[in-house]
């Protein structure tokens, strides 16, 4: 898979895909940069990655490094600045029947289920689609992270799962997967208002989104999170103007 390698000071070494077709933009080709994953990881050079724009899934830790593309940018959420719109008030306001409680991130068959019909809807036919269970879990969850999964739900009936990095002053979403047939709840939009409310109650000051995708409509709702801080050019900004 690797064909390049580079060191930075914490001796990380990092690969590069060759080329592929992209999962969000098909006119587009990709190629991801991994973190070396013999190196082991903890939750420090964890957190100084997320800060370099990286991203979890499972063990791996990624980002895109496209030959003739920027369109994925990192965002996170200034936890102390943000400020719900109408819209997110709504939302919050429409969703607090549920009870919403800390779980290990362990597979149940609860959570696989629910998975399955969401990707069915949202994601037919792609990647995703045919995770077995020992997939599943391994995508959501890692040995050295501190994760928890939030259920969401509606008495005994579970109707979204959150999967979430802690790392010291940040929390970082790592996959939420909802009941589809709950389209009037806006699950996506209010398990990320739950996890800037929980980010805020415990100090941290940021709240990781992963990549926002302006072309892509299923990863444009991140910019309605405002302010957001873009990572872009090496370096940081609260606004999307050099983007």
């Not at 991801?32 to 190196?39: E, I, K, N, Y």
């Not at 830790?61 to 600045?81: E, G, M, N």
């Not at 926002?212 to 910019?223: L, V």
Request: net charge positive; with cysteine; proline share 7%.
């Amino acid at each position: 898979m690797a064909e390049q390698s580079a060191r930075p000071a914490s001796r990380t070494a990092f690969y590069i895909t060759p080329p592929h077709p992209c999962s969000y933009l098909p006119e587009q080709r990709a190629a991801t940069l991994f973190a070396d994953p013999v190196v082991p990881m903890n939750n420090g050079l964890y957190a100084a990655l997320l800060a370099y724009g990286f991203r979890r899934s499972g063990e791996y830790l990624y980002r895109p490094q496209c030959p003739a593309c920027r369109a994925c940018v990192p965002v996170r959420v200034a936890i102390d600045s943000f400020r719900p719109n109408r819209n997110q008030r709504r939302t919050w306001l429409h969703n607090q029947d549920l009870e919403v409680r800390p779980v290990a991130p362990v597979f149940t068959m609860d959570h696989y289920s629910l998975y399955r019909r969401y990707v069915s809807v949202r994601h037919p036919g792609g990647d995703m689609e045919d995770l077995t269970p020992e997939r599943f879990i391994n995508f959501l969850a890692a040995r050295w992270a501190n994760t928890l999964f939030y259920e969401f739900r509606r008495g005994i009936h579970l109707v979204a799962v959150a999967a979430v990095d802690r790392i010291d002053d940040a929390l970082s979403a790592v996959y939420t997967f909802f009941d589809t047939d709950e389209e009037r709840r806006s699950l996506g939009r209010y398990a990320v208002l739950y996890e800037i409310e929980k980010a805020r109650t415990e100090g941290l000051r940021w709240l990781y989104l992963g990549y926002w995708i302006d072309a892509c409509q299923k990863m444009r709702y991140k910019a309605e999170f405002q302010p957001l801080e873009y990572y872009c050019n090496g370096r940081w900004t609260p606004s999307a103007k050099s983007i």
